[in-house]
């Protein structure tokens, strides 16, 4: 069964930083558009970083651009999301998700395959 596993999630002070990897289990991430989206319980889940399958694309939300930064390596195409200047309000359960039209979409109903999450915690 093809699945995503996330990890590097953690807690961490105002104003830190942390690095979310995302990856294939039973195949690789090279050619899919992956994306990183998070929910915190009685809100919609939104949509906050995504690469084309290529690499070269990218989309922001704007509540995270110029802070996270999404990429992927060549081999597996693991996919990374560094978050820098993290705040109280990026806490929340973040999930990467796997899309085969291999467009950077924010839109969650676009994508096949999804990770369980990793939590992300932001607390003095």
């Known amino acids: 069964q093809l699945r995503l596993v996330e990890s590097g999630g953690g807690l961490v002070q105002p104003g830190g930083s942390l690095r979310l990897s995302c990856k294939g289990s039973?195949?690789?991430?090279?050619?899919?558009?992956v994306c990183w989206f998070r929910q915190a319980p009685g809100k919609k889940r939104e949509g906050v970083a995504c690469?084309?399958?290529?690499?070269?694309?990218?989309k922001y939300a704007d509540s995270v651009n110029g802070r996270f930064t999404i990429s992927r390596d060549g081999a597996q195409g693991t996919v990374y999301l560094q978050m820098n200047r993290l705040q109280p309000e990026d806490t929340n359960i973040y999930h990467c998700?796997?899309?085969?039209?291999?467009?950077?979409?924010?839109?969650?109903?676009?994508?096949?395959?999804w990770g369980q999450g990793t939590q992300v915690t932001v607390s003095s």
């Open positions: 998700a796997a899309g085969a039209h291999g467009m950077p979409t924010l839109t969650a109903a676009l994508y096949d395959y």
């Open positions: 039973g195949f690789s991430l090279r050619d899919y558009a």
């Open positions: 690469v084309e399958g290529s690499g070269h694309t990218t």
